[in-house]
């Protein structure tokens, strides 16, 4: 068993969908984003999603993209992303952690030395937007041998051919994209997201989180209704954006998470999950 | 084409050149990119689609181009007999409307109802709001910020064509961010979108796509040599950001052993600065905008910026076919400053009365720098891929004059 299977089987007994934020790895710098790390899952947080900044990142609106910008600037490179982990694992063994992004640094880093170093560091999934199925094999493969998941997308346009593709070398979770877009900026439509899931949990009895347009914790409760985990990025990273200090950030980020998170439960804890 | 023993076959099915090319897109893209390869390989087998195009070609962009043999500028050199192809008399002044046309066409084939490109000078940006004009569809131009003032005539051409010409404040405000923003507007509108991309890259099919409609360049230069020299030329040179009318004069000529290939980058300040675009010359494999190729990029794989006078060479990226005819060694490619750019700029329109593009006479530089070394029976074919009038505020400028 891995801290995510662990995470979603304790929950699916709690009856409850997991609170999954997303922060950039050094936003705004090393320091803060530490501070901001090992606060969340005080907040509530049952996984974390860690973004690993890119100079490109051509599938985020502009509230990623600007987080990934002042993590940059502020000294952020994948293997301080992957510092920040090993410092967050000192003091937090159990919630499950996920370092998602592009596929350029891990490309330059090198994916058997990058699948080694963050399963050495306590990784247990790994997110890379721009892999498709066609092009994953080259970091599934090694992530797969050190016991670290590729968690892959499913979105409005996956059809039934390829959702059965995509699903059958799955492994952690799915991540169903709510809406055909970029991170943080259209709204989903609760019916959608309702009628898309049925469709994927009939091909696979993996978890699925949704994520790409939950702002409030009314939506946050929403999507807890109907999946096994909520994503939300852009709505956190704007409160880093909009503090005045370190110190201010990492209190507007905590006080977010903590209502999305109790919004998560209080819905979910009415209602079956649906995977077995 | 696929032919055994032919450098011509590629890509593979998965689109790619050797270790380059591939699909390295957002998983919502990529039901849009399999559609849109499924119908560009039935358009080739489509009768009414090839005459349709071949129709366009000929009497709306003026094809076929001539093969100008540039006496004066041979003479000056004193070496190899130079040939220039002439695309920059296509309509909208450049290679770049090879491309669009057959891309709308397929747009329309696909029942696609909005156009969107990225530009980096303008050319592509001007082909595809006038194809998009021609067809009546509604269209959007993603353009950097810095682009958009030192190429100005090609905003006000693409706004008198009708298209909407949004400004990219993002990252170093030139054509890879205007890329990042034409792909999330491709991502956001996936039903009704077609993205029309400029050059010989962007996933699979875009890379084999764009080449096959520029390689109208290279056929047409082959057929004219063959029947104004009766044999064909020593070398072929190009200019080369993305690639696209490098690739197209290239591809026809790739199986010919006895044909020399150029590719010649944006050397900017130079290739030992840090200000310059020579991605094939100095950068490393990466992964950028769908596909793996040669890159521009830092030891943490974070794309830097490019750097050259010429706003269509200014791209830190370049196409996944150019960087596997590096690796097998098939083209060579060098690089020329910003400094020999400007002078091929002022040497051609006063031996040959032809003001090249900016982009463009980084190959003429280069033609400068090899054909007096060569013998004087030698031919050298070069791309002469645009028209430098959207350049002359940028070169007045340089040269100290205000216009």
Request: hydrophobic content about 45%.
């Amino acid at each position: 068993m891995s801290r995510l299977s662990d995470t979603f089987a304790r929950l699916r007994k709690e009856g409850r969908a997991a609170f999954i934020p997303f922060i950039s790895g050094g936003d705004p710098d090393m320091q803060t984003s530490l501070a901001i790390l090992e606060a969340l899952p005080g907040c509530g947080a049952d996984i974390i999603e860690l973004g690993m900044p890119f100079s490109d990142p051509m599938a985020d609106g502009p509230a990623v993209q600007a987080s990934s910008t002042r993590a940059l600037k502020g000294g952020a490179t994948l293997p301080r992303v992957i510092e920040l982990v090993k410092k967050f694992r000192k003091k937090d063994g159990k919630t499950p952690l996920v370092l998602m992004g592009y596929f350029n640094p891990i490309h330059a880093y090198g994916t058997a030395r990058f699948a080694r170093d963050v399963a050495a560091a306590g990784v247990d999934g790994l997110i890379a937007v721009d892999l498709p199925v066609e092009e994953d094999e080259v970091l599934r493969l090694p992530a797969a041998a050190q016991g670290v998941d590729l968690i892959r997308f499913i979105t409005p346009t996956t059809g039934e051919a390829r959702l059965k593709r995509i699903v059958e070398a799955a492994s952690g979770y799915l991540y169903y994209v709510s809406v055909a877009g970029v991170t943080g900026t259209k709204t989903f439509a609760e019916s959608d997201v309702a009628a898309a899931i049925a469709r994927v949990r009939a091909a696979t009895s993996l978890p699925v989180a949704v994520g790409f347009g939950i702002k409030t914790p009314e939506q946050a409760a929403a999507i807890a209704r109907l999946a096994d985990g909520v994503v939300v990025g852009s709505a956190l990273v704007n409160k880093v954006a909009e503090a005045e200090s370190s110190k201010s950030a990492v209190k507007a980020v905590t006080e977010l998470a903590t209502a999305l998170a109790q919004a998560t439960r209080a819905q979910s804890a009415k209602v079956e999950t649906g995977f077995v | 084409m696929s032919l055994a023993n032919s450098l011509r076959s590629g890509p593979d099915a998965g689109g790619h050149f050797g270790a380059y090319g591939g699909r390295f897109v957002a998983e919502t893209l990529m039901p849009l990119i399999l559609e849109l390869e499924a119908a560009y390989e039935a358009s080739k087998q489509d009768a009414a689609f090839q005459a349709e195009l071949s129709d366009l070609l000929k009497y709306y962009a003026g094809r076929e181009s001539p093969l100008y043999f540039a006496q004066r500028l041979t003479a000056h050199l004193g070496g190899a007999k130079i040939y220039l192809k002439r695309e920059d008399l296509n309509h909208t002044g450049a290679h770049k409307i090879n491309n669009t046309l057959g891309q709308i066409l397929l747009a329309r084939r696909m029942g696609k109802t909005r156009i969107i490109a990225e530009t980096g000078a303008g050319s592509h940006g001007v082909a595809t709001a006038t194809v998009a004009a021609r067809f009546g569809l509604p269209c959007t131009v993603y353009m950097g910020e810095v682009d958009m003032e030192r190429q100005k005539p090609n905003v006000f051409r693409m706004r008198l064509l009708g298209a909407e010409v949004k400004p990219v404040a993002s990252g170093s405000r030139t054509l890879k961010d205007a890329t990042n923003e034409a792909l999330r507007d491709w991502v956001a509108n996936v039903a009704d979108t077609f993205y029309i991309i400029g050059s010989v890259v962007g996933p699979h099919p875009y890379p084999a796509m764009v080449r096959d409609f520029q390689a109208v360049i290279g056929n047409e230069t082959r057929a004219q040599m063959l029947e104004r020299e009766g044999r064909l030329p020593d070398l072929v040179t190009a200019c080369v950001g993305g690639g696209s009318n490098a690739i197209g004069m290239f591809h026809p000529f790739l199986d010919d052993a006895g044909v020399e290939i150029h590719g010649v980058e944006a050397a900017g300040d130079g290739v030992d600065t840090e200000r310059h675009a020579a991605t094939i010359s100095k950068g490393t494999p990466g992964v950028l905008h769908g596909s793996r190729s040669y890159l521009l990029q830092d030891s943490d794989g974070q794309v830097m910026e490019a750097h050259s006078i010429s706003a269509g060479l200014d791209y830190p990226g370049t196409g996944p076919e150019h960087s596997w005819l590096k690796d097998i060694g098939r083209a060579k490619y060098f690089a020329v400053t910003d400094r020999e750019a400007l002078e091929a700029f002022v040497l051609l329109s006063k031996l040959e009365g032809i003001i090249p593009a900016l982009e463009s006479a980084h190959a003429v530089a280069h033609v400068c720098k090899i054909a007096g070394q060569m013998k004087r029976d030698q031919i050298i074919a070069v791309c002469l891929s645009g028209r430098g009038d959207k350049d002359i505020f940028s070169v007045a400028e340089h040269l100290g004059e205000k216009l």
